[in-house]
């Protein structure tokens, strides 16, 4: 009875050990770096931004209609934290001459890498004190920015953009509130739109999310449909130049898994050099079926930036 008991305890204990082993866990160093782009690469996935990528893109342009994908930026977009946007208007003083010249500027208070449609540059997420391709974050951190991965150095973006209409292929308007995206729902999507990836794309997810913003901002930012590991980890094996979604984080928040935090923020930003675009507009393009068109975007010339809040079109 003894030997049966302490068999007993010693299964539980196994059995709570297993429980608390995490689904996902970041590589070592070893084996993710260096990158595949080589040992000092520092754009990854923008190594795809090349003439030829331009010129494909362009032929996908016949009608020449721009469709708008980003978020009016104001006091009613969701914020995080203590993230913030203020606009306070400068006005300026008459100027004398008998022209009578007025004009008038801004003063913006914002955390202006991270709100509204938004860039995520590698500078943003980390493994501990690691970046993407094992860049330690402790060398490079200054109080004018970071000295490596800043948002400047990003440039002009101008590829081949894919929507997967996820929602329209489960036949919803809008997602659960922390739906997993699966690899068959993609598959499934894909099928359904009759679009394939390539490499270089610039792949965007409807969730149907985006109905919330500015709307039920509590709802929005409390939780969120999007992809998981696995889903992230295929969409990542097709070699995009970035992905998207038009939810908070672009993967399901929050996760199955409750002993890892944002893990597709670390497998595509921190492991495989790929940049994230969250809060994309996409419910026109939804209504419009539209699967494939020339994606433009600019991230900000800013110094060092983690981010940038951007203004992406697609092109058809």
Known sequence: MRSIAIAAILTAFSSAAFAQTPTWSPPPESQRCPSKWGANDERGSMNHQKPVTVQNAAKLIKTGEVIEMAHVLGPTMPFFGTRRFDVHAKRTFMNQPSNRRGSNEEIVISEIGQVGTQFDGFAHQTHEDSWYNCVKVSENATRSGFSKYGVHGVGQIFTRGVMIDV???????????????????????????NITLQAGDAVLIHTGWGKLYGKDNPRYVKSCPGIGVKAAQWLIAK???????????????????????????????VVNGVHLLENVKLDEMAQKQISEFAFVMQPLKMQGGSGSTVSPVAIR
């Open 167 to 193: 929602a329209g292929f489960k036949g919803v308007e809008m997602l659960g509130d922390n739906y997993e995206i699966t690899v068959e729902d993609l598959e499934g999507a894909m099928k359904k739109q």
């Open 239 to 269: 070699d995009p130049l970035l992905l998207g979604a038009d939810n908070w984080p672009v993967e399901v928040s929050p996760g199955p898994d409750p002993l890892i935090s944002l893990p597709v923020h670390q497998i595509a930003l």
